[in-house]
């Protein structure tokens, strides 16, 4: 396999300072405020951003030690694949959330609803087009079975926490 | 800035030679058959996945040489900034695609609509969800008045080709 280097573009600011208790996807932290500073040498590459009201963010899971192949992911009390899970013990650990952009101040992005822990790296900003990001008609094996009303506020529980800490 | 290191889990295959005529977004490559061949020793994560009928691909972009933070994309002809575009041309140049699985055969994915280079780097696969990933009432900027039933078959041109290689 090779190597491939890539460099954080800046840090996402939550109020999420732990993995207790923080969400596990972008809905279960709606409403939440956090920033992005972007190294401002990337300044001008946020020409025009502020006019999408909502963008995709990809950056390191910087606390995950290591990856299993198969985890028992938060909605779920069996084993899955990791590739078939949003589970972050992933052999790369990259993530990514789809947050809504408040306002673009210099360097500074307010957004909502970042799934993140506080000081997470960013990787990449790109904007959420729904013609080229919204799916229909899928299917999702074990996470349609197990979807229900409750979950739509997610939040970690002690597995979570002990299974990246 | 702090550098990151990531490996390839496996290679994309696909049609798409060369950067002339490849497909903007999966919505160009719709139908279009590849394959990914996963590095063997991760095969056990795939355990579960063929039941979803969409993953989203995350990617090495291997052919970017730079980027630049102002780009003119491939459906204007106006710059932004990077960041409000999904030019390949980022500072770090990752990629990601909503694709169709097929089937899995061992270390083999069918997938199609993969708007992707033959040869292309794989650095994770996450399940794709509806009731994660999908969003409602979204404004895009410059890709909502630019958007039209033209777009919905993107190739690249010569522009997008001299713009990386």
């Given at each position: 396999m090779s190597e491939i280097k890539f460099e954080s573009i800046g840090i996402i600011r939550t109020s999420y300072k732990t993995l207790e208790n923080m969400p596990i996807q972008p809905m279960g932290a709606k409403g939440e405020k956090a920033i992005i500073e972007l190294n401002s040498k990337f300044v001008d590459g946020l020409k025009d951003l502020e006019e999408f009201s909502h963008v995709t963010l990809i950056y390191h899971l910087h606390k995950v030690k290591d990856y299993k192949l198969h985890v028992i992911p938060f909605m779920d009390t069996e084993e899955h694949g990791v590739f078939a899970t949003r589970s972050p013990r992933r052999p790369n650990a990259i993530g990514i959330s789809t947050?809504?952009?408040?306002?673009?101040?210099?360097?500074?992005?307010?957004?909502?609803?970042?799934?993140?822990?506080?000081?997470?790296?960013?990787?990449?900003?790109?904007?959420?087009?729904?013609?080229?990001?919204?799916?229909?008609?899928?299917?999702?094996?074990?996470?349609?079975?197990?979807w229900d009303d409750k979950h739509k506020t997610l939040k970690s529980d002690e597995r979570f926490k002990t299974s990246i800490e």
């Open positions: 947050v809504r952009l408040i306002r673009v101040n210099d360097n500074i992005l307010h957004i909502e609803d970042a799934d993140v822990l506080d000081g997470t790296p960013l990787l990449d900003i790109k904007p959420f087009f729904i013609q080229f990001d919204n799916r229909e008609n899928t299917k999702s094996g074990w996470l349609d079975r197990k």
